[in-house]
């Protein structure tokens, strides 16, 4: 496996938030982790997903031929 491990503080960084939002998601167990020791490390490929999922799509408006009259 060639992934990055990153600790709390960088995803917090990465996602834009705070130290509490990454621990609060290990916590609950919402994203995957690895314990090294006492030390929490987070694979990026974890984070990547966690985005992925998250993600809304924008809604694609039809065009119709009607027009609301004025």
């Known amino acids: 496996m060639n992934d ?3 600790t709390v503080d960088q ?3 990465l996602l834009g938030t705070t ?3 990454p621990r609060r998601l290990i916590e609950e167990r919402r994203i995957r982790y690895v314990k090294v020791g006492r030390h929490v490390r987070i694979p990026k ?3 990547d997903e966690y985005i992925a999922a998250r ?3 924008p ?3 039809r065009r119709t031929g009607l027009r609301r009259a004025a």
Request: charged share 30%.
């Open 55 to 57: 993600t809304v799509e």
């Open 45 to 47: 490929s974890a984070i």
């Open 4 to 6: 990055r491990y990153l």
């Open 59 to 61: 809604v694609k408006l």
């Open 19 to 21: 130290v509490r939002f």
């Open 11 to 13: 995803v917090a960084e």
